[in-house]
């Protein structure tokens, strides 16, 4: 951009490259020749590539033409006008010269200050920031004064009052010594400044979305008055997105001749989810993100029940990243995905074969053709073409400018196929689609430039920020403003002097209204220099505070979101019928039963499920999973823990129910030394057991019905390992997370093993028959401490007890649930409350866990 900005100029302003190595200064020449070096680009290689190509810049070939009217235009003896331009280009300069000399020619200026320029000595101090800098230029090359130039016949007085005070608010810096006298008799002449700030209002919002809703409500307003037009102009494009979305709260689409942006129009936005695909194809949520599109047909009529199914499908953490494996593991899972994944797999074939290498580079050409291509096949509906995806106005833009962007892109070089994305986004940045047709025809949002040849009853300056309007004057990469200024370039200021120009006139408007916002993007912002500029002699003549109509569009806006009442969420208590209630729970919901009620009311009567996130980061919680299934099958195989190949028979079991959950090898790497610990811990343990003489039951299922106030409570279990010997049993929990304490066990908050036990004392694990449990343990496979002292286990007496008590507590506890009039509470007891509950959407928690003081 920086490059291109300096060519633009130099060839705009006609300047001769070789002016550049002249200017260099001897105390900076080392930098400047390192900076000169960059610089060949432009004033060696972009003049060779346009001879090679036999094309001709576009700012150099204007410059001729405008040059050639000139010559036309001097022979003419007819009316010959040129409006519109203050000659910021030499070319148009010399246009405008001509046409001031010729017998019927005429130059019209735009907003010539008349007061200024009746001052000889601040007309002298005008600087490239100030309003009329451009026309002071254009008036130089012309070579009249500003007394020569004569009033247009219909124009309203150049000194009104509101003139007069726009004149005075941006006088020239060098020529503000007597601003306060020139002020003080400004505002006794118009007695406080009434004339002029008859029609005026000021806006100095909260923040941007204050802005937004305060303009928004003064739109609406000029509605209400039949044929009253308004208009919105502010450089500030997300300022005008913001205040066009507001409108439609009241069904007013309102034309922002910023049009919309390609990437942001539904059409970029696929084109985008195709492009980060591609470069992640078998990422949960890029899939995802694609299949949901509207355009995204896959070949068929109707995809959304397969879309349905794919999503249900990737739910859970990325298992690969290959897409080949990951199609192959969910035509496993459900072979009617075949579709589906037949059209990802054959658009993922368009990408080149080095582009999965994040060294390999790649011509962005072939990747802007992969891409295009897989667009089209993601696209095409049944009948094979992608018909939808470049149907309307917006479909019809966007395949223009994709096909000039497939014309130039063989000259744009290579990148790393990994940054395609960020580059096809920033290559379409500057594209936009038009605005709405059904526009409301009284209003409109406009940018500076387009405001120009427009006027309306109500004119609102959005944005008036420093940095927003004016724009931030940038800073030149290779330049210094002395070497700009040696160069015969402008300076950096000039394009706040044409902003200035704009704002002037639009601030004369009948009806204006200036408006900010304090805090922009999160930080305070500086309010523009002319805002600032004018309070200030408004504050000094103590006429301003009449005129702000901040709290009064504020209060408004906030009168429209304002409920009539607003009602507490209580919280909830469903109480269903004794007949709906479960009959049967497994011992880790008997827990949740105590600590969190609601959750088995949602997940055992309403039988809602919570969803697993896509492509959410694989944990202990995945990988003891993965664990537990390796322990049973090495249990059940009977292989002895303490053979030579014991271990690597471990790791085998291990790999293969990876790769049947569809697990990558890939992803197991970064957990490989914590489950090598987990894995050797697991011998060892399993020796001990085995030495002696203990038989196992890993994984082992039971059930028991107990008799609970003349009612049948089936509760079941799967224990991760039962060890028997000598008639008694030892129960076994594997954690890969944080185990329970043995308080929480003893007071009945932790009921899982001890619920355990009393199956099987009942004899409801058959394979064992009724054993005596001797002792149950929470054993820790992650992260284990050398002493040991990881574990959580009762034994002997301690256990009796435990087994007692909390037999006690769960009779009472589906006693209780078995009475209709206990409901089912969001995690009613304060020390168990958790940051988040599978079901505390559900539950509305945010709304009244706050009211109740539990969050």
């Known amino acids: 951009d920086d490059v291109g900005g300096l060519l633009d100029s130099l060839y705009a302003e006609e300047i001769d490259f070789a002016r550049l190595r002249a200017i260099a200064p001897a105390d900076c020449a080392a930098h400047w020749e390192s900076s000169l070096d960059f610089l060949k680009v432009v004033t060696e290689a972009w003049p060779a590539y346009l001879a090679a190509q036999n094309l001709e810049d576009p700012a150099r070939r204007r410059a001729r033409l405008l040059d050639a009217a000139g010559k036309r235009l001097a022979r003419e003896t007819g009316p010959v006008v040129v409006a519109g331009t203050t000659g910021s280009m030499p070319a148009v300069a010399r246009l405008m010269a001509i046409a001031a000399r010729l017998p019927q020619g005429a130059v019209i200026l735009p907003g010539l200050d008349r007061a200024l320029a009746a001052d000889t000595r601040g007309w002298s101090m005008i600087d490239d920031g100030h309003p009329q800098a451009g026309i002071s230029a254009a008036l130089a090359a012309i070579g009249v004064t500003p007394d020569e130039v004569a009033p247009w016949p219909s124009s309203a007085d150049a000194a009104s009052p509101r003139g007069a005070l726009i004149s005075l608010a941006l006088r020239p810096a060098a020529a503000t010594d007597d601003w306060l006298a020139l002020a003080a008799a400004a505002g006794a002449e118009d007695k406080g400044f009434a004339r002029a700030l008859d029609g005026v209002l000021f806006i100095d919002a909260a923040h941007e979305e204050a802005e937004a809703a305060a303009i928004a409500l003064l739109l609406r307003e000029a509605l209400e008055t039949p044929g009253r037009t308004a208009m919105l102009v502010t450089p500030d494009r997300d300022l005008g997105r913001?205040?066009?979305?507001?409108?439609?709260?009241?069904?007013?689409?309102?034309?922002?001749?910023?049009?919309?942006?390609?990437?942001?129009a539904a059409i970029g936005g696929f084109l985008r989810l195709v492009a980060e695909w591609l470069a992640a194809p078998a990422d949960p949520l890029a899939v995802m993100a694609l299949a949901r599109s509207r355009f995204a047909r896959f070949g068929l009529d109707n995809p959304g029940p397969l879309v349905g199914r794919l999503d249900r499908r990737l739910r859970g953490p990325q298992l690969t990243e290959d897409l080949a494996v990951l199609a192959a593991w969910l035509e496993g899972e459900d072979a009617g995905l075949?579709?589906?994944?037949?059209?990802?797999?054959?658009?993922?074939?368009?990408?080149?074969?080095?582009?999965?290498?994040?060294?390999?580079?790649?011509?962005?050409?072939?990747?802007?053709?992969?891409?295009?291509?897989?667009?089209?096949?993601?696209?095409?509906?049944?009948?094979?073409?992608?018909?939808?995806?470049?149907?309307?106005?917006?479909?019809?833009?966007?395949?223009?400018?994709?096909?000039?962007?497939?014309?130039?892109?063989?000259a744009l070089g290579t990148i790393a196929p990994a940054d395609y994305p960020q580059t096809f986004v920033q290559l379409i940045s500057a594209a936009t689609l038009r605005g709405a047709d059904d526009a409301h025809p009284r209003l409109a949002i406009l940018g500076p430039l387009e405001a120009r040849l427009l006027s309306a009853d109500l004119v609102i300056l959005g944005g008036l920020n420093e940095g927003v309007w004016p724009s931030q004057p940038g800073l030149d990469a290779f330049l210094s403003r002395q070497m700009r200024k040696e160069a015969g370039l402008p300076s950096v200021e000039r394009r706040i002097g044409l902003s200035a120009h704009d704002f002037a006139q639009l601030a004369a408007a009948p009806r204006v209204v200036f408006s900010r916002a304090r805090v922009s993007a999160g930080t305070p912002a500086r309010p523009s220099r002319w805002i600032v500029r004018l309070k200030n002699i408004l504050q000094g003549a103590n006429a301003l505070g009449p005129f702000d109509a901040t709290a009064r569009l504020a209060a408004i806006a906030a009168a429209a979101d304002r409920p009539a009442a607003v009602e507490p969420t209580p919280p909830p208590r469903p109480m269903p019928p004794v007949e709906a209630r479960p009959r049967e729970l497994p011992v880790t919901d008997v827990e949740t039963l105590i600590r969190d009620p609601y959750s088995i009311y949602a997940k055992r009567i309403l039988r809602l499920k919570p969803l697993d996130r896509l492509g959410e980061p694989i944990d202990r919680r995945h990988f003891g999973n993965l664990l537990h299934k390796a322990f049973e099958l090495f249990t059940r195989d009977g292989v002895d823990p303490g053979a030579p190949d014991a271990f690597a028979r471990l790791k085998v079991l291990l790999a293969k129910e990876a790769r049947r959950r569809g697990i990558d090898g890939a992803f197991l790497a970064a957990?490989?030394?914590?489950?090598?610990?987990?894995?050797?811990?697991?011998?060892?343990?399993?020796?001990?057991?085995?030495?002696?003489?203990?038989?196992?039951?890993?994984?082992?299922?039971?059930?028991?019905?107990?008799?609970?106030?003349?009612?049948?409570?089936?509760?079941?279990?799967?224990?991760?390992?039962?060890?028997?010997?000598?008639?008694?049993?030892?129960?076994?929990?594997?954690?890969?997370?944080?185990?329970?304490?043995?308080?929480?066990?003893?007071?009945?908050?932790s009921p899982q093993l001890p619920l355990i036990a009393l199956i099987v004392e009942a004899g409801g694990f058959v394979d064992l028959g009724p054993r005596t449990v001797e002792s149950f343990a929470y054993l820790k496979a992650f992260n284990r401490k050398e002493d040991g002292k990881d574990d959580v286990a009762a034994s002997g007496d301690d256990a009796r007890a435990i087994i007692a008590r909390t037999e006690a507590a769960f009779r009472r506890l589906i006693a209780a649930f078995d009475d209709p009039r206990t409901p089912y509470l969001s995690q009613?007891?304060?020390?168990?409350?958790?940051?988040?509950?599978?079901?505390?959407?559900?539950a509305r928690r945010r709304e009244w866990g706050v009211e109740e003081g539990a969050e």
């Open 338 to 410: 075949a579709p589906l994944l037949a059209a990802f797999k054959d658009a993922a074939a368009h990408w080149p074969a080095g582009g999965r290498d994040e060294t390999e580079r790649v011509e962005i050409a072939a990747l802007l053709d992969a891409h295009l291509a897989a667009s089209e096949r993601i696209a095409a509906g049944s009948g094979g073409a992608a018909t939808d995806l470049w149907r309307g106005e917006d479909g019809d833009a966007a395949s223009k400018l994709l096909s000039e962007l497939t014309m130039l892109a063989p």
């Open 242 to 264: 913001r205040v066009a979305a507001k409108m439609r709260r009241w069904g007013v689409i309102v034309e922002d001749s910023g049009g919309t942006p390609l990437a942001g």
């Open 828 to 842: 009613p007891r304060p020390q168990f409350l958790t940051d988040y509950g599978q079901y505390d959407r559900l």
């Open 671 to 749: 957990w490989r030394s914590r489950f090598d610990d987990a894995m050797a811990w697991f011998l060892g343990f399993d020796r001990q057991l085995r030495d002696a003489g203990a038989r196992s039951f890993p994984e082992a299922q039971g059930a028991h019905a107990f008799d609970i106030g003349g009612r049948e409570f089936r509760l079941t279990a799967k224990a991760d390992r039962i060890a028997v010997a000598d008639g008694g049993a030892r129960i076994f929990d594997y954690k890969s997370g944080s185990l329970p304490t043995l308080d929480q066990m003893t007071a009945g908050f």
